[in-house]
T-cell receptor, first 108, second 113 residues
Framework: DAKTTQPPSMDCAEGRAANLPCNHS???????VYWYRQIHSQGPQYIIH???NNETNEMASLIITEDRKSSTLILPHATLRDTAVYYC?????????FGAGTTVTVRA | KAGVTQTPRYLIKTRGQQVTLSCSPI?????VSWYQQTPGQGLQFLFE???????NKGNFPGRFSGRQFSNSRSEMNVSTLELGDSALYLC????????????FGEGSWLTVV
């Protein structure tokens, strides 16, 4: 898997958008960008993934730069329940490997 | 549609014992994989099963084993437990019909004392 770099932590105000960056400068052409999050003591939850184009679903939006070397996960209206560790993964493989992720704390 | 279901959710075992964890994948998913997650090592891939056959294996000792049944349900077993086996064990399933996105269960918390 290509290596990803994420900030270790970030705070966000409830109701505001949370923008989570991820650098993946060594990404290969056939590798997807996946985002998962993990709330303490629970299993990782799939959020969204993309290859080249920007993607949006009911949880979040994923913006991938044209050169695909970085991406941003956007939580449009953060709630307290969005407090979690967010993992950015780049892979075209059957297995996942999580780095340290970004600990996002949403504050009231 | 039900998600990936794992049992038991929490368990405590003694060193030297063995443990069996169970996993029911999302309906229609034939691929089941297992991961170990610890604070120090992060998420590590154990093995993957598809149609009752182990298709891929991570770098874990032979004490860690698994199997998959004809209904795609899976079990993993750890024999001769060590203190270092204390971890969150995660089961995940995927299907080509779902774009091969990997979905995780809530995990089984194993504590070895």
């Amino acid at each position: 898997d290509a290596k990803t770099t994420q900030p270790p932590s970030m705070d966000c105000a409830e109701g505001r958008a949370a923008n989570l960056p991820c650098n993946h400068s060594t990404i290969s052409g056939n590798e997807y960008v996946y985002w998962y999050r993990q709330i303490h003591s629970q299993g990782p939850q799939y959020i969204i993934h993309g290859l080249k184009n920007n993607e949006t679903n009911e949880m979040a939006s994923l913006i991938i730069t044209e050169d695909r070397k970085s991406s941003t996960l956007i939580l449009p209206h953060a709630t307290l329940r969005d407090t979690a560790v967010y993992y950015c993964i780049v892979t075209n493989d059957y297995k996942l490997s999580f780095g340290a992720g970004t600990t996002v704390t949403v504050r009231a | 549609k039900a998600g990936v279901t794992q049992t038991p959710r929490y368990l405590i075992k003694t060193r030297g014992q063995q443990v069996t964890l169970s996993c029911s994948p999302i309906s229609g998913h034939r691929s089941v994989s297992w991961y170990q997650q610890t604070p120090g090592q992060g998420l590590q891939f154990l093995f993957e099963y598809f149609s009752e056959t182990q298709r891929n294996k991570g770098n874990f000792p032979g004490r860690f084993s698994g199997r998959q049944f004809s209904n795609s349900r899976s079990e993993m077993n750890v024999s001769t437990l060590e203190l270092g086996d204390s971890a969150l064990y995660l089961c995940a399933s995927r299907s080509s019909l779902s774009g091969n996105t990997i979905y995780f269960g809530e995990g089984s918390w194993l504590t070895v004392v």
